[in-house]
């Protein structure tokens, strides 16, 4: 169903750009991936990564921390990544996040 949040606590298979591995350890980030049906041409998909940057930079800005994103689609707190986002495009988009947890992150 549309607007599905799906959250994880770990990734073992996780593919970044140019399908690149990587992998996150339990306990350690947060990923999350939303199903999207939006009325769009797939060329118009990847402005949804944009999106999904923004509105994590500006959750974490409502908290008086001062973000940046780096584009298209990594958020910065100081020098550190905090966010990164990716659409996936199948019959539904796949907005993916996984943001850092960790104390040390930021």
């Known amino acids: 169903e549309e607007g599905t949040v799906v959250l994880a606590d770990a990734q073992s298979?996780?593919?970044?750009r140019i399908g690149k591995p990587w992998f996150s350890p339990p306990g350690v980030n947060l990923h999350l991936s939303v199903l999207?049906?939006?009325s769009i041409?797939?060329?118009e998909a990847r402005?949804?990564?944009?999106?999904?940057?923004?509105?994590?930079a500006d959750a974490v800005a409502s908290y008086n921390?001062?973000?940046q994103v780096k584009w298209p689609n990594d958020v910065y707190v100081g020098a550190r990544k905090l966010?990164?986002?990716?659409?996936?495009?199948?019959?539904?988009?796949?907005l993916k996040c996984s943001c850092r947890m960790g104390r040390s992150s930021i």
Request: charged residues 15%; glycine residues 8%.
């Open 13 to 16: 298979a996780g593919r970044g």
């Open 36 to 38: 999207l049906k939006p």
């Open 41 to 43: 041409q797939v060329t």
């Open 47 to 56: 402005f949804l990564t944009l999106i999904g940057s923004l509105a994590i």
């Open 65 to 67: 921390v001062k973000t």
């Open 83 to 94: 966010a990164v986002t990716r659409v996936h495009e199948p019959l539904w988009y796949k």
